[in-house]
């Protein structure tokens, strides 16, 4: 390059090779980063669910100390290492993890007969089993005790079901009553009789289940168990409480690979548990799917019709330059604007008006008056909709001409031109704005904070009861997921870990979806153009 002549160097600038080396480089860097950022995300995330060895300390003050070592750092006056360990037991602790000095350990060990018991309450413990219902015991029988306890739980299943049902049909009484009531028609008389008696006779049913149930579970609840902690400290714990048993002390690779992938496949089917920090993830899984499906029916139409319009049918003008001004300008509003706006024209306005017109029985308590799946999505279509516009419209700019004048002398009409010729031809370019809308739409949280997400959603948005769909029920999402508990958890270390698993499986759900989007795109781009796109 330094060689080379004055003309050769114009030359060299002038077609722009620099350019090209810089943009090969930008492009490298990016996605070098984004390669960094996931393996940094697997690393601290995924690692969490490996069954690590138990270590048991013995310190200089003579306590022992039982825990897995999650994390080593030089001492603040740099005199040193400390360790950090988990040591569960936060019922008799009060917390989850513990820094230890290096220079405070006297000796460490992993002794055979440590155990780590997984619990639907307080978290994990660390112990030794003592006692089986008051006699001592051995882990194979508490392994057998818990099966047996776990089979007679799973058999609670049918009436579970049973109670849901009754439940379910117990509220469309209530409500078909608030209906009578509200209108006050003396014909609707024996009918409201009727439904009362119905009502009760469900009450009674529901209250017999109910106490059967009781019973069932005080019984499975009576079963308990020993264990004390490395110090000797005793804990009754309930076998029905206790989810799994294991001890990593002595598990062969295999045994923890297959223990991994057990982990692996609760994170993706379980329900959440301990606040949100331990469990699984399917309902904000499911949550965050839904909602990207239901905003996209919305936001792909629209933005289509828009661009169509503007570009095919709108006379240019002075009117139709604003419009374009302002769609473009309505990507750049902050997200949390349209939050607002969701909130007070769908939620308060449309659908406070939808509880008037067809459920003001049931008011003050509102139906669509609230927060739901239904208005969190068109909150999302409305952030998402100039996106598909605007590639849209540069999809159908792309097109020759020629393209357009070879239909019209075929004798095509020109909706005929739209539907057959065009619109073919830009599916490509208006795939890539659907593909950007997807992204942007599940990565946002501010919106949905507003509009309908929760923390914790009692039932998902689809179940066996008409009509099926429930766009009015609240829904969690893997976004908002990552914000409650990394910032409001009040046990920020046990959290760390389900917030870098939450952004992998929000991540790897963007790049699922846009990855079947975009090999549909490639698919009509290779039928319908021919290097116009």
């Known amino acids: 390059m330094f060689n080379r002549t004055p003309k050769e160097m114009n030359k060299y600038w002038r077609v722009g090779e620099p350019m090209v080396w810089l943009s ?314 349209y939050g607002i706006f969701g909130l007070g024209f769908f939620v308060y306005g449309i659908g406070h008006s939808i509880d008037v017109v067809f459920f003001p029985e049931r008011l003050p308590t509102p139906t669509f008056g609230t927060g739901g799946l239904l208005w969190a999505s068109l909150t999302l279509a409305l952030l998402t909709v100039p996106v598909v516009i605007v590639s849209t419209e540069e999809a159908l700019g792309a097109i020759p001409r020629e393209m357009r004048e070879g239909s019209y002398a075929l004798g095509a009409t020109k909706f005929q031109t739209l539907l057959r010729v065009l619109l073919p031809m830009a599916s490509p370019g208006i795939m890539t704005g659907l593909i950007l809308a997807m992204a942007r739409a599940a990565g946002e949280v501010a919106p949905l904070m507003i509009t309908g997400v929760v923390k914790l959603a009692p039932t998902l948005p689809i179940d066996g009861n008409f009509p099926f769909l429930h766009l009015d029920r609240k829904f969690m999402h893997l976004g908002f997921h990552i914000y409650d508990i990394g910032f409001q958890s009040p046990n920020v270390e046990a959290a760390k870990p389900m917030v870098f698993v939450t952004a992998l499986l929000l991540v790897l759900i963007v790049l699922l979806m846009s990855s079947v989007a975009i090999r549909l795109r490639n698919k009509m781009k290779k039928r319908y153009t021919f290097g116009t796109f």
């Open 24 to 337: 090969g480089a930008a492009l490298s860097l990016t996605l070098l980063s984004a390669a960094i950022l996931l393996l940094v995300i697997m690393v601290s995330g995924l690692g969490v669910f490996w069954p690590s060895p138990l270590q048991q300390l013995e310190l200089k003050d003579g306590s022992l100390l039982v825990g897995m070592q999650t994390q080593v750092e030089e001492t603040a006056d740099h005199s040193g290492m400390r360790r950090q360990y988990k040591i569960a037991n936060r019922d008799l602790n009060g917390l989850d993890f513990r820094w230890i000095d290096e220079a405070q350990i006297v000796s460490s060990s992993t002794p055979a007969d440590l155990l780590v018991l997984e619990r639907a309450e307080y978290g994990d413990f660390f112990g030794r089993l003592q006692t089986l219902e008051g006699k001592p015991a051995s882990l194979d029988q508490l392994r057998q005790a818990l099966h047996q306890v776990e089979t007679a739980r799973a058999g609670l299943s049918e009436l579970d079901q049973r109670l849901i049902e009754i439940s379910y049909r117990g509220e469309q009484l209530r409500l078909k009553l608030l209906k009578i009531d509200y209108h006050q028609v003396a014909a609707n008389e024996p009918q409201r009789i009727e439904l009362s008696a119905e009502k009760q006779a469900e009450a009674d049913e529901f209250e017999r289940l109910v106490k059967v149930q009781s019973e069932r579970l005080n019984r499975i609840h009576a079963r308990t168990a020993v264990f004390s902690d490395a110090n000797g400290q005793q804990k009754e714990i309930v076998l029905a409480d206790i989810l799994k048993v294991y001890t990593p002390n002595t598990m062969s690779s295999a045994d923890k690979a297959r223990f991994y992938v057990a982990k692996l496949w609760e994170l993706v089917s379980g329900e959440p548990r301990e606040s949100n920090t331990e469990g699984g993830l399917f309902p904000a899984i499911f949550g965050t799917v839904m909602l990207i499906f239901v905003m996209s029916l919305f936001s792909f139409p629209l933005g289509v019709i828009a661009a169509v319009y503007l570009r095919e049918y709108a006379k240019e003008g002075l009117l139709v330059r604003i419009v374009r001004i302002a769609v473009n300008n309505l990507a750049g509003i902050p997200s949390i604007v």
